[in-house]
């Protein structure tokens, strides 16, 4: 372990992200589970960490209060709904606390409530943690400048498991949005998330989105650009929930030694400029 190893606690630590949160904070030499934080009035209030993650008894055990175990972390990590997001965000702005926020489907208005604590909180927020996605992120960005223009009908489409419960993923949006950048568009105007009956024929520069929900998928995302004669897709597919929260453990201790202000993937993994 290094000499700053942030002491980590996870909110919704009893949900499908918070219980591999468990194992991927577990596995870092660099970093230390500090504390979990479940649901208030949860059955799980007391659970050991490690016994409701599958890692074995771990001596740390959950709490639906934050504030009692506000001496005891650096960072929480917060992957739950945009309503708790932003009250942990309060939390932490009154604590003095880092965070790191995976939740999706924050509404404008969530957003921009979000967006209120970039001068009070030190946090990173992005709606896919995977380095993975971050560096396709990347090679979006400069297919769509160098193929955008040209006559390309650019198209996103997703799939997830079945519980998921916004669409599209908030990582099929952030792949839109980085396309729509580069290309001098906006998805308020140019995104189009509906197809159905006479819908007629493609604009030239929507940029078109589906959406797939099914069994245990948990995550692909594809971003096509078609054109008469070829078609080049840009694929990204997680096989495993470890691969996003290893890059929130990442995301934690980088925030950790971080001011004040808001951050996403791309400063963490230095892919910016
Ligand atoms: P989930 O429903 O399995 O887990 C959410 C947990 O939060 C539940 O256990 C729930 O009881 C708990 N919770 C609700 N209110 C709470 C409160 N006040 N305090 C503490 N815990 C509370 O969902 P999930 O699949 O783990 O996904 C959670 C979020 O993370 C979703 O928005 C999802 O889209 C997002 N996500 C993001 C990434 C990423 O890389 N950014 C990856 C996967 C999922």
């Not at 008469?228 to 030694?257: C, D, L, N, Y």
């Amino acid at each position: 372990m290094s000499s700053y190893a942030p002491r980590i606690a996870i909110v919704g630590v009893a949900g499908r992200m918070g219980r591999t949160l468990v194992n991927a904070v577990q596995q870092d030499p660099d970093a230390r589970l500090a504390g979990g934080i479940v649901a208030p009035g949860s059955s799980l209030v007391g659970a050991d960490l490690g016994e409701l993650a599958g890692a074995g008894r771990l001596g740390v055990n959950a709490t639906d209060d934050p504030a009692a175990i506000a001496d005891a972390f650096d960072v929480l990590i917060d992957f739950t709904t945009p309503r708790v997001t932003l009250a942990n965000l309060a939390f932490c702005a009154e604590y003095g606390k880092a965070i790191v926020i995976g939740t999706t489907g924050l509404s404008d208005a969530e957003l921009a409530e979000l967006d209120g604590y970039r001068d009070r909180v030190p946090m990173v927020f992005a709606p896919n943690m995977s380095v993975g996605v971050n560096l396709t992120l990347k090679l979006l960005e400069t297919a769509a400048r160098a193929l955008g223009d040209e006559g390309y009908d650019i198209e996103v489409s997703e799939a997830h498991h079945r519980h998921k419960v916004d669409a599209p993923s908030g990582t099929a949006l952030k792949m839109g949005e980085v396309v729509a950048k580069a290309l001098d568009r906006d998805l308020k105007g140019d995104g189009v998330f509906e197809r159905v009956g006479q819908c007629g024929p493609r604009g030239d520069k929507e940029i078109g989105f589906a959406t797939v929900r099914a069994g245990d998928i948990v995550g692909e995302h594809t971003v096509m650009f078609a054109t008469e004669g070829e078609r080049i897709e840009i694929t990204h597919k997680a096989s495993s929930r470890m691969t996003f929260a290893k890059g929130a453990v990442r995301a934690a201790r980088w925030v950790a030694s971080h001011d004040r202000g808001r951050y996403d993937m791309q400063d963490v993994l230095g892919l910016k400029g």
